[in-house]
C-alpha cells in the first residue's frame, strides 16, 4: 500500500483569520485551521461578541470586536456565514490582500458571485472553495478512475433531512433549498467526473425534491435527484457512472471518514497561499457552479 503520510510543512503557517461562530465553524472551521502545522487560527469575528470568544479561546485564538482588526491579524480569511454575507465581507477581504477560504455557494446569486470573483481577480489574492466531498482521498480516486473509463451516463443522489431541524435549518437554506445547499456538491461532483455540464434542466421545489438533467461536453448525461427535507437516517451523497465497458464507478461517502478531507483542504488551502497559485477549486470554480445552479433554478421556475 502507498505511504500517504504528507510531507513536512516546509513554510510558516497560514495566519487565518476566521468569519463566523456558529456550528460549521466551531465544529469544522475552527478545529481543522487550529491544527496546523500549515495554518494557525488567529482571530475570529462573529456578530455575537459571546460566539466569537468561545468559538476562538479553546485554540488560543482572539475574539476581536470588528472585522477591520481581524483584517489586521491575518494573512487570510475562512468564512462560515451566509451566503450573501460571505460575499460582501470576503470581497472586502480580498481588497485588504488577503487570501479567502470559502463556503459554498459563494454568494446567494450569480452577480453576487460574480462581483466576489471580480474582486478576487482585481486584488490578485488566492481563493479556495470548500466543496468538502473533493478533498476526501475517496473521491479523488473515484475522479481519478473516471478518467480512465468510458462513461455515457451517470445518476447522482444528494438527500438529508436537513432541512427538517436542527442546526442546518438555517434561514438561507430553508428558503432556497437544496438546489443551492447540496447542488454545488453534486454538480462539482459530475461536472469533473463526465466533463463540463454544458445543458441544465431542473424541475421540482427545491425546497422540497428537485431532479436535475445535465448534458456534459463530452457527450454523457447524468442525472441528480436532491432535497434536504426527506426523513433519511444518514445524509446521502452518492454518484454512478456507466459506461460500455464499465460496470459501473461509484462514490459512495455513506461509510466513509469525513475527517479524512480536513488535513487535504488545509494542505491545499496553505500551499495556495505560499506560492499565489490557487488549485482548481477556487471561487472561479464557485461561480460556474452558481451559473448552473441559477439555470436549474431558472427552468425549474419556469
Same mark, same amino acid.
Given at each position: 500500500?502507498?505511504?500517504?503520510?504528507?510531507?513536512?510543512?516546509?513554510?510558516?503557517?497560514?495566519?487565518?483569520?476566521?468569519?463566523?461562530?456558529?456550528?460549521?465553524?466551531?465544529?469544522?472551521?475552527?478545529?481543522?485551521?487550529?491544527?496546523?502545522?500549515?495554518?494557525?487560527?488567529?482571530?475570529?469575528?462573529?456578530?455575537?461578541?459571546?460566539?466569537?470568544?468561545?468559538?476562538?479561546?479553546?485554540?488560543?485564538?482572539?475574539?476581536?470586536?470588528?472585522?477591520?482588526?481581524?483584517?489586521?491579524?491575518?494573512?487570510?480569511?475562512?468564512?462560515?456565514?451566509?451566503?450573501?454575507?460571505?460575499?460582501?465581507?470576503?470581497?472586502?477581504?480580498?481588497?485588504?490582500?488577503?487570501?479567502?477560504?470559502?463556503?459554498?455557494?459563494?454568494?446567494?446569486?450569480?452577480?453576487?458571485?460574480?462581483?466576489? %470573483?471580480?474582486? !478576487?481577480?482585481?486584488?490578485?489574492?488566492?481563493?479556495?472553495?470548500?466543496?468538502?466531498?473533493?478533498?476526501?482521498?475517496?473521491?479523488?480516486?473515484?475522479?481519478?478512475?473516471?478518467?480512465?473509463?468510458?462513461?455515457?451516463?451517470?445518476?447522482?443522489?444528494?438527500?438529508?433531512?436537513?432541512?427538517? =431541524?436542527?442546526?442546518?435549518?438555517?434561514?438561507?437554506?430553508?428558503?432556497?433549498?437544496?438546489?443551492?445547499?447540496?447542488?454545488?456538491?453534486?454538480?462539482?461532483?459530475?461536472?469533473?467526473?463526465?466533463?463540463?455540464?454544458?445543458?441544465?434542466?431542473?424541475?421540482?421545489?427545491?425546497?422540497?425534491?428537485?431532479?436535475?438533467?445535465?448534458?456534459?461536453?463530452?457527450?454523457? %448525461?447524468?442525472?441528480?435527484?436532491?432535497?434536504?427535507?426527506?426523513?433519511?437516517?444518514? =445524509?446521502?451523497?452518492? %454518484?454512478?457512472?456507466? =459506461?460500455?465497458?464499465?460496470?459501473?464507478?461509484?462514490?459512495?461517502?455513506?461509510?466513509?471518514?469525513?475527517?479524512?478531507?480536513?488535513?487535504?483542504?488545509?494542505?491545499?488551502?496553505?500551499?495556495?497561499?505560499?506560492?499565489?497559485?490557487?488549485?482548481?477549486?477556487?471561487?472561479?470554480?464557485?461561480?460556474?457552479?452558481?451559473?448552473? !445552479?441559477?439555470?436549474?433554478?431558472?427552468?425549474?421556475?419556469?
Amino acid at each position: 500500500m502507498a505511504d500517504t503520510t504528507p510531507s513536512p510543512w516546509p513554510h510558516s503557517p497560514v495566519k487565518v483569520g476566521l468569519v463566523g461562530a456558529g456550528p460549521w465553524a466551531r465544529g469544522v472551521h475552527a478545529p481543522v485551521l487550529a491544527a496546523g502545522p500549515e495554518t494557525e487560527l488567529t482571530a475570529v469575528w462573529a456578530r455575537r461578541p459571546e460566539a466569537a470568544r468561545e468559538t476562538a479561546e479553546p485554540y488560543g485564538a482572539v475574539a476581536v470586536p470588528r472585522f477591520e482588526e481581524l483584517l489586521d491579524l491575518c494573512e487570510a480569511v475562512a468564512f462560515a456565514v451566509p451566503p450573501d454575507v460571505q460575499a460582501d465581507l470576503a470581497g472586502r477581504a480580498a481588497k485588504a490582500g488577503k487570501a479567502l477560504l470559502l463556503e459554498k455557494p459563494i454568494g446567494l446569486d450569480v452577480p453576487s458571485a460574480r462581483g466576489l %470573483v471580480d474582486a !478576487i481577480d482585481e486584488a490578485g489574492v488566492v481563493s479556495q472553495v470548500v466543496l468538502t466531498n473533493r478533498y476526501h482521498p475517496a473521491a479523488q480516486e473515484f475522479l481519478r478512475a473516471a478518467r480512465d473509463i468510458e462513461v455515457s451516463g451517470a445518476r447522482a443522489a444528494g438527500l438529508s433531512g436537513a432541512f427538517l =431541524g436542527g442546526d442546518f435549518a438555517t434561514p438561507w437554506r430553508l428558503e432556497h433549498g437544496a438546489l443551492l445547499d447540496i447542488g454545488p456538491h453534486i454538480l462539482d461532483m459530475l461536472d469533473a467526473a463526465l466533463g463540463p455540464v454544458v445543458r441544465i434542466r431542473g424541475t421540482g421545489d427545491p425546497r422540497r425534491w428537485v431532479e436535475l438533467t445535465c448534458e456534459h461536453e463530452s457527450g454523457a %448525461v447524468s442525472q441528480a435527484s436532491l432535497s434536504g427535507s426527506v426523513a433519511v437516517e444518514h =445524509g446521502i451523497m452518492r %454518484v454512478e457512472l456507466f =459506461g460500455p465497458r464499465s460496470p459501473g464507478l461509484v462514490y459512495d461517502s455513506a461509510d466513509l471518514d469525513h475527517d479524512a478531507c480536513w488535513p487535504v483542504l488545509r494542505r491545499a488551502f496553505a500551499g495556495a497561499v505560499r506560492t499565489g497559485v490557487p488549485g482548481e477549486l477556487d471561487a472561479r470554480r464557485g461561480l460556474h457552479l452558481q451559473e448552473l !445552479i441559477a439555470r436549474a433554478a431558472a427552468d425549474a421556475a419556469g
